[in-house]
């Protein structure tokens, strides 16, 4: 036998199981039905790795047989499919007006959506305990259908730092709120991770995940709600920035000389071509969507001054779309929230002004979100499931191979 004392340490084939068992995983999420020979063929792993990983992934119940076979030359191969039946993902949005709260399988399929009125804002300990008493009845469902909780992940409109701390979310009015510590306090140590992250950021990763552009690598969210984010995936990866602070489009000064903005200065984009730019006015939370239908009515109908200033917003965001298309080159911008429902009045404005101000050949894509106000809360489901698919795995025993 030969020993050698630069060789691998435990720790390490610890680390290479888990980053193999993320591979096979993902493979398995890519490409299902496949077989182990399949898998052995596309990842360079040898089959009798294979065949211990996909055991393992198996025993954790994360990976199934599907009993059927393929025919090929030679035996036949028994097919692999995504189980996950004893495990769900949470993710939930907390906004002015309400709360959403999102359970997916681990296939991402929904297992439950619910949206709550809510009067955030109060005091942060008020908050946290109307969304820890929404949480608790969510995690509830899921033990009635018995399953574990893989992770939480929390939508927040406001300035996230990387340690999941709300440096500032304005329209809540907390400041320096350790939400995630908070919630997981609220909810008596849970036993799953709790975090905490911006709302664009986790949109986008939602987007990215189960969106009409699902897999693109270049792609930028835009929130349509009170405020106007934008959340960034550039090279398939979320982009935080150096503190986690990227993305506020909405402070953006398209024109120095435009209407006043909630930050104080002139011209803002949130000031152009936010909520409050279509309402005319300072939107009030309990409000907005039931004004927002009426806009909607209003264009329906034709009236020429909601189409005036339909026409306006989408020039001012189009202005704001086209500072991200110039700077980050994405294949596509989405645009979400309550710009969903006025996108056919906003788009033709928006697309005019990308294509006066966009210097590279073809543009950008600008399209509505599919997935409407659900996105944030579904993001925070695609951030736990992200996190699964990158090796934190739940369940089974750890073996060695
Ligand atoms: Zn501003």
Redesign the pocket.
């Known amino acids: 036998m030969i020993t050698s004392t630069t060789g691998p340490q435990p720790a390490d084939f610890a680390d290479v199981r888990a980053t193999n068992l993320a591979v096979v995983l993902r493979f398995v999420r890519e490409h299902a039905p496949c077989s182990r020979a399949d898998i052995a063929a596309s990842t360079g792993l040898n089959k009798a790795t294979v065949s211990s990983l996909v055991a393992d992934l198996i025993d954790r119940r994360l990976v199934r047989e599907t009993g059927l076979t393929e025919n090929r030359v030679g035996r036949p191969a028994t097919m692999l499919v995504l189980d996950g039946s004893p495990y769900a993902a949470i993710g939930v949005e907390i906004n002015v007006d309400y709360v959403s709260a999102v359970a997916t399988g681990l296939a991402g399929e929904r297992l439950l959506t619910w949206r709550r009125s809510f009067a955030g804002g109060s005091s942060v300990s008020q908050d946290v305990a109307a969304v820890a008493a929404v949480i608790r009845r969510v995690v509830g469902r899921m033990a009635k259908e018995e399953r574990q909780i893989l992770g939480l992940a929390v939508a927040v409109p406001g300035l996230v730092d990387v340690q999941g701390v709300v440096r500032f979310a304005p329209n809540l009015g907390w400041r320096d709120a350790d939400i995630s510590g908070d919630l997981a306090k609220a909810l008596r140590d849970p036993g799953f991770s709790v975090q905490v992250d911006n709302d664009a950021n986790l949109a986008a990763l939602a987007e990215q995940r189960f969106g009409s552009h699902a897999g693109a690598a270049d792609l930028v969210y835009l929130t349509g709600e009170i405020g106007v984010g934008a959340g960034v995936i550039l090279d398939g990866r979320l982009r935080r920035g150096a503190r986690g602070y990227s993305g506020e489009l909405?402070?953006v000064?398209l024109d120095p000389d435009g209407p006043p903005?909630?930050?104080?200065?002139?011209?803002?984009?949130?000031?152009m071509a936010g909520i409050a730019a279509v309402l005319r006015r300072e939107p009030s939370p309990a409000e907005i969507q039931v004004e927002i239908e009426e806009v909607v009515r209003s264009a329906r109908a034709g009236e020429a001054a909601t189409l005036k200033i339909l026409e306006s917003v989408g020039r001012g965001l189009g202005r704001g779309v086209a500072v991200i298309a110039n700077l980050l080159n994405p294949e596509v911008v989405i645009l979400g929230g309550y710009y969903v429902p006025l996108a056919p009045w906003l788009l033709p404005a928006v697309r005019d002004e990308i294509a006066g101000r966009v210097l590279a050949p073809g543009g950008c894509e600008v399209v509505a979100s599919a997935l409407a106000h659900d996105a944030a809360a579904l993001g925070g489901a695609a951030r736990v499931l992200d996190s699964v698919d990158s090796g934190h795995l739940p369940g089974g025993a750890s073996r060695l191979t």
Not at 261 to 271: A, H, Q, T, V, W
């Open positions: 909405g402070h000064q903005c909630r930050c104080g200065r002139r011209g803002c984009l949130e000031s």
